[in-house]
């Protein structure tokens, strides 16, 4: 079997409400590249990754270049054609080839018959658990939805998922107000579900400082853990010298050289592990063996998904014998997704592992074709920008506004 094509789409799928975040905003939407991958016995692959637009198509269809011939069960091949690393010191190909690997996956289980999660040794769980995510959220006029500030729309925004999803652990999107204002958001929320796991995430947004005082002030609660409270391995370590609570990172560990950093210096105990950060899917479960072996925990983590890349996560969540956290997923804040049969279901928190084979999911060609027509209206946006405070750029670790917005 050979590889024939490769092409990308662009597409943008509306959010119920713009998510604020230490370093901008995502506004309302989620812009997404998909990919295909062609092959001379009619297996068509589906790969995802994030943002899109002109450059990232001509970047993926560049590809064909490189792969045209290529046999797509030869995963390893294709890691080292796309992500050598001197080529990569100059130009980064990590989330490009975990597209293309998404797809290559997807078609090595429909050629064999079997899913994803059985090439990295099967499933040992048919479901993955993930954590609501919480949002200080800017309202959006046309759902009616967002517009969380105050520790008490925040926790009427927890139950609601709660209520329709089953979430049983709660992690709140900090660094957007100042620590004290988020202390008291984020113990709102922990006290409302004290059986609840919960977890914060500014981002790195805070100094070692801040971080430190902020860990001190919530060491009481049920934390799984303490993500990303602030920027560097440095920065980490230090502050879990001080704070009794497991430390988290998706930011600062998400390749194998910082990984074998993380593990002589254990400044982060938990590493989330991102199929998309990680340069794919089959790399994402080798880091994960490796915090096995170092009795590192794991967990899934989330880039802003839509239904390919969520079938990757699912798989990755099914095959990792340390997943024992519930998993990261932007999923719910969607309102529509671009696969058959429409946004997969949580059921008592959980997403069920595809079925079919490969990644188990379909495109849905309308679907697709709609969101890449609205991807051309609306066009992309700077993620590191906030439409809420203009002229506002984030310089990190800073004091964050005071006073939250009237009216």
């Known amino acids: 079997m050979k590889i024939t094509n490769i092409k990308a789409t662009t597409v943008t799928v509306p959010l119920e409400a713009p998510l604020r975040h230490s370093v901008g905003s995502h506004w309302g939407r989620f812009v997404r590249t998909i990919v295909e991958v062609e092959t001379d016995e009619g297996i068509i692959g589906l790969g995802e990754m994030g943002g899109g637009g002109e450059s990232t198509e001509a970047a993926i269809n560049g590809l064909n270049a490189y792969l045209i ?31 293309i690997e998404f797809a290559c996956i997807d078609i090595i289980g429909k050629k064999l018959g079997i899913r994803a999660c059985d090439l990295l040794g099967g499933a040992l769980r048919e479901e993955v658990a993930f954590a609501s995510y919480l949002f200080f959220r800017d309202f959006d006029k046309k759902t009616g939805k967002g517009g969380e500030e105050t520790a008490e729309q925040m926790v009427a925004h927890a139950k609601a998922l709660k209520a329709e999803h089953g979430f049983t652990a709660h992690k709140l999107k900090a660094g957007v107000f ?3 204002h988020e202390l008291e958001v984020f113990r709102a929320v922990a006290n409302t579900f004290p059986k609840d796991g919960v977890r914060i995430d500014p981002n790195g947004g805070w100094s070692v400082e801040q971080a430190i005082r902020f860990g001190k002030a919530i060491e009481d609660l049920n934390n799984d853990y303490y993500e990303d409270p602030a920027w560097g391995l440095e920065g980490m370590r230090r502050v879990r010298e001080f704070v009794r609570i497991p430390t988290a990172t998706n930011q600062v560990v998400v390749n194998f050289e910082q990984l074998t950093q993380n593990v002589r210096a254990t400044a982060a ?3 989330l592990l991102d199929t998309t950060f990680w ?4 790399q994402a479960w080798l880091g994960g063996v490796i915090c096995q072996k170092f009795n590192i925990g794991v967990a899934v983590h989330s ?12 798989h990755l969540g099914a ?17 529509d997704d671009i696969i058959k049969g429409g946004k997969m279901k949580y059921r008592g928190g959980k997403i069920a592992v595809p079925q079919g084979p490969g990644l188990g999911v379909e495109l849905d060609r309308d679907k697709l074709a709609q969101y890449a027509e609205l991807y051309k209206e609306l066009g992309g946006y700077a993620y590191d920008r906030d ?7 984030a310089v ?12």
């Open 69 to 99: 011939g290529h046999d797509p069960l030869q995963l390893e091949q294709l890691y080292w054609k796309i992500c050598n690393p001197t080529a990569s010191l100059y130009n980064n190909r990590a989330q490009m080839h975990a597209a």
């Open 396 to 407: 990190l670790p800073e004091q964050r506004h005071a006073a939250l917005r009237k009216g």
């Open 178 to 180: 100042t620590p004290d």
């Open 269 to 271: 105990d938990v590493v």
């Open 319 to 335: 095959a990792l014998p340390n997943q024992v956290f519930a998993g990261d997923a932007h999923y719910h804040h969607l309102t």
């Open 279 to 282: 340069g794919g899917l089959r």
């Open 387 to 393: 439409p809420a405070r203009p002229g506002w750029y």
């Open 303 to 314: 880039s802003g998904e839509l239904g390919i890349q969520l079938a990757t996560m699912l």
